[in-house]
């Protein structure tokens, strides 16, 4: 396998994003839901005007993470707006973190994650946040090594299922990916 190229989106990056973005939450998750419900959230979640609109926010970053000409991954961070009494403006998150199954376990998803954790604390050490499904526990196992720990639950909504999810923090104080 060729080594893969970690780098920040931008504009003309989108339609890959939002075509990567459909695959990658099929992949994992098509199964949960009907076949109508996915097929509208994904029209929603994964649009081509959404992903614009995040490539052109500020407050937002995107990765895109390539192998051989190919578009293997990304990432999405920004404002946290997970719904969590502690979560503050001054906090983070990472919104989306997804890679092509071939292509996990192989140490890409750690460099992503590094990249994507220092922009967040690219000015100075904050409290990050994460969403993950409940029974998504491979990342979970991931997260707490990363210093992530469990502080809430949500519903996140996809059609007429509404999935448990965990909230996950890092608090700033207690882990910095700055020296």
Known sequence: MQQPVIRRAG???AAVLAELGARTFSDTFAHLYAPEDLEAFLADAYSLKRTGADLANPA????????????????????????????TP?????KRFYLLKDWQGVGVGG???AEVMAWLEREGPRDIWIGVWSENFGAQRFYGREGFSKVGEYGFRVGRTVDREFILRRVAENHSTLA
């Open 90 to 94: 001054a906090c983070g998150e990472l």
């Open 60 to 87: 937002k970053a995107l990765w895109l993470v390539e192998a051989g000409g190919e578009a293997i991954g990304y990432a999405l961070a920004g404002p946290c707006d997970l719904p969590h009494p502690e979560v």
């Open 11 to 13: 504009p003309s990056d």
């Open 111 to 113: 460099r992503l994650f």
